[in-house]
């Protein structure tokens, strides 16, 4: 049986979604066609920041804070509801100041973050006056296991210097991406999960270089991008490291259970979204004689749709209540599980409607194809699925057999 969410969560789910239908919806094409009115996509559509001057003037902003002091401290099982319905639209989590990477790195200030780290970035952010970047994964070793990352962080008096080749440093092409997280060794003797930590890294400092663009699937993701950024001899004061030198790890996994909640919760969304259109579709056109929305064949694949998102909602929802009454690390196993279950549902449940579609489906005339290459992306996005299907196995057998299965492993 689901949890009752409080009546706060339902009224921000009615704001929200009236919201999507009367502002996010109808201004989806006059984004995209004010982001290349010019020769060069990136820059702010003005149409950006008066939807997000009308969420903020109603409230909807930064929904995905948990702590009262910031936001208005849903739980991250009421959130998963909100952030469905932004992940139905390509632009809405920025409206809404709920878009990675600024989360997750929103949320590590808060919690690991100096009263200086906060006044001079998180207080921007929350405004979404600014926008940050995470710089974790390489190009030139296998980031799946975060233990094969060789950028260094090394002390110098006052000063920290950073040498590192990193990529898919998503937000780094915004031309409002101020600041960035990065993390690196500081200690390569140390214990295996104790050699890494994450500095602040203020993206106008000398040494900062956007060394290429890197499209998903043809999709540029303007003005927000991906990027592959090389800190060269970057000088930073030893101020910036954040908590502790060996803290790299712990501060990457209390930013990774919520935000797979929120990716998971968005595909979903995106799968819903498909539906609908597919549904819409099938009702309007004819083939052979009949409306598509009339063949059993058609039904069958609206049928299973509905299925598969249910079952993944439900999954993601039961993983997020975990997070919240057992914390993380005792939703290990629920967490893995929706990161395989939800990008794969949203991922054949998109392609359903494409192929309804028709050609339709593969341009640009319609946000399919571009929820299609987001979702197949969250395969990958924080660890694929294969290392997440090992450990749900590591953890089922450990629960099984207890430490028999630690031995063999």
Known sequence: MLKEISEQTKE???KLETFMETEIYP???KYEEQLSE???RWHIPPIMEELK???KDQGLWNLFIPDKEYGPGLTNYEYAYLCEIMGRSLIAPEVFNCNAPDTGNMEVLMKFGTEVHKDKWLKPLLNGEIRSCFSMTEPDVASSDATNIQSSIVRDGDEYVINAKKWWSSGAMDPRCKIAIVMGKTDPNAARHEQQSMILVPFDTEGVELKRHLPVYGFDHAPHGHSEVHYNNVRVPASNLLYEEGKGFEI???RLGPGRIHHCMRAIGAAERALDLLCERADKREAFGSKLADKGVIREVIANARV???QARLLT????????TEGAKAARKEIAMIKIAAPRTSIEVIDEAVQVFGAAGVTEDFPLAEHWANARTLRIV???DQVHLRDIGRLELREKFGKREEKQH
């Open 317 to 324: 929802l039961h993983a997020a209540h975990k997070i919240d």
């Open 53 to 55: 001057a009308k969420a």
């Open 252 to 254: 990457a996994q209390s």
């Open 12 to 14: 921000f789910k009615n």
């Open 308 to 310: 598969k998102i249910e």
């Open 382 to 384: 924080d660890g694929p």
């Open 27 to 29: 201004n989806e094409k």
């Open 38 to 40: 010019r020769e060069q």
